[in-house]
Nanobody, 123 residues
């Protein structure tokens, strides 16, 4: 069973930065795709970024150039560095694992989810 725990959320002013982390436990995690999604109140969960076990990344257009996803396979962790934050980035951010190794933005393809961490960007 895969368990994911996010950390690093908080309140930041527009233009600021935050770094989210996700600690994973479970079998064979090093080959999984790790993704980040977010959900604002009254909206559907949306894809933010994902990273494959061997390095390739995939970003939503809304965060390209501002967010960077990375992973530490030795520690089985994934990070999301968020720079130039905007009020519209405010949401609960979720870490997810895709167990077949498919680098995808489709939330229904992800097999395990964390409980989320709140990010609030004030204007």
């Amino acid at each position: 069973q895969v368990q994911l725990v996010e950390s690093g959320g908080g309140l930041v002013q527009a233009g600021g930065s935050l770094r989210l982390s996700c600690a994973a436990s479970g079998r064979a995690l090093r080959t999984y795709v790790m993704g980040w999604f977010r959900q604002a109140p009254g909206t559907e969960r949306e894809f933010v970024a994902a990273v494959a076990w061997n390095g390739p990344t995939y970003y939503a257009d809304s965060v390209k150039g501002r967010f960077t996803v990375s992973r530490d396979n030795a520690k089985i962790m994934v990070h999301l560095q968020m720079n130039s934050l905007k009020p519209e980035d405010t949401a609960v951010y979720y870490c997810a694992a895709e167990l077949s190794g498919w680098l995808t933005s489709l939330s229904n393809e992800y097999d395990a989810w964390g409980r989320g961490t709140q990010v609030t960007v004030s204007s």
